[in-house]
């Protein structure tokens, strides 16, 4: 018999105890051996967790029990859960973690430290979707070309509402929270670091990155406006936050930002709250994965998954592969990341100011792909609205800083990048 010990009863912790109880059966059949969630630890002993395991409030009940065999980490948090698993694998235990944050800064020390113990975190990522298994075994014979991907439901929630009924983003801020998706402080949701911890995590697994958020290009939804819905629909696109990994000539572009993708893709069609990943290999050529990228069951399956993998004696490094043996992969210094752009400025509305903007952006090498000028107000002033043909982002970021300094233009110019 295996003994589970659970770190964080809350929603998914508990969904953890109720399904090794519910599904004992066909878990028994798949791992091989009886699997029993013995305890959990909780800050508030007061509160009904629904769930037929012994609770403490003390980690170390959980993490120094000689009879626990395999701990499950679900507290959230960096150092103090750092710790904790550290604790547990030096108990030799084996350890599972739903933990983005704690993996985004501390996973090859975490596998250093695991050596042989497994430690499995497919949880972490897209909820209940096997994105973790699928890049460690099922695609591990190939070179991966991109992971591109929606890793946040909150933000996908948001804009799906912002575009089909034109919901007003606090509102719909406050709509998602109360889903009970969004991340106890929203701004990670928003700004983009969720979804970043979840690429960091993937790409470490594709191309042994080890990059922290700090080192990557993060950006969130907080800008997106009707203006930009509007422009998106009249030109075939669909406004998605992405995180996307990409193998190009000199290295592996990581980042995480709003992007105009073709309304014709599959990911584009990705409402609501789900999730969607794509990973290109260079031998199997595109492959998808949909599902529920939280939520206590759906996370929990991710959970349990990992356990009985553990129990049929899967040992396979953490990351896929031992410290060492990376394949020499280097991250894009951000300058270089090279794409389409969208362009959203508000400027004089006479004679000579679309010029000057051209050729602005002429002495930055940028070419105008489409443009739209909307004479929506009554003050002389237009919005203008451009895509362009590639460019490197440090072209794009200094040309927007020219711009900011001619006098036809007016407040910040908003920028998001194409993906086709
Ligand atoms: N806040 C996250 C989301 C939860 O909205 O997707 C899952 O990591």
Redesign the pocket.
Known sequence: MIKIGILGVGTVGASVANILESNADIIEARAGKKIIAKSGVVKNLSKDRGVNIFLSDNPLDVVDDPEIDIVVELMGGVEEPFELVKRALKNGKAVVTAN?ALLAYHRYELQEIAGELPLMYEASTA?GIPIIGALRNGLTANHIESIQGI?????NYMLTKMINEGAKYDEILKE?QELG???ADPT??VGGF?ASH?LLILASIAYGIDAKPEDILIEGIENITQTDVAFAKEFGYEIKLLGIAKKVANGIELRVHSTMIPQESMIAKVDG?M?AVSVVGDKVGETMYYGA??GGDATASAVIADIIDIVRGNNAPMLGYKRGLESGFNLLPQDEITTNYYLRMEVDDRSGVLASITKELEKFDISIESMLQKPHRNDGRVKLLFTTHKCQEAKIKEAISALKDLECIHGDIAMIRIEK
């Open positions: 983005k909820g890793m946040n439901g909150t933000t998602a998706y969004a991340e990670f949701d969720d979840k709250v999730n990228g939280a």
